[in-house]
Nanobody
Framework: RLVESGGGLVQSGDSLRLSCAVS????????MAWFRREPGVERAFVAS????????DCADSVKGRFTISRDNTKNTLYLQMNNLKRDDTAVYYC?????????????????WGQGTRVTVTG
């Protein structure tokens, strides 16, 4: 089970840190990722990280502003979001892939959380 938290209503330029806590399994062997969805739009890749944090990837739209990380000892995935923009407004989902390496394709992920909403104004 994946549970996201940390979303909220913020202004442009603010920061948020999203967390995704995993229970019922050990994430140490799974790749993980963050995706986001805006109303009427397909789920979009944000960032991913492989099982041991040696490889991370992020979308061009968030490069330099968002950082993905994980703490396998806590079974938790993070997304540090800085300098937020109105275009970042979406529901953010974490996904777990039962593979060492991550993917940018949402259909490659086996488990999902319920999402956490991020709204950026101003």
């Amino acid at each position: 089970r994946l549970v996201e938290s940390g979303g909220g209503l913020v202004q442009s330029g603010d920061s948020l840190r999203l967390s995704c806590a995993v229970s019922g399994g050990t994430v140490a062997a799974w790749a993980m990722a963050w995706f986001r969805r805006e109303p009427g739009v397909e789920r979009a890749f944000v960032a991913s990280i492989n099982y041991d944090s040696t490889t991370a990837d992020c979308a061009d739209s968030v490069k330099g502003r968002f950082t993905i990380s994980r703490d396998n000892t806590k079974n938790t995935l993070y997304l540090q979001m800085n300098n937020l923009k109105r275009d970042d407004t979406a529901v953010y989902y974490c996904g777990a892939r039962m593979d060492f390496e991550a993917s940018r394709d949402w259909w490659e992920y086996n488990s999902w959380g319920q999402g956490t909403r991020v709204t950026v104004t101003g």
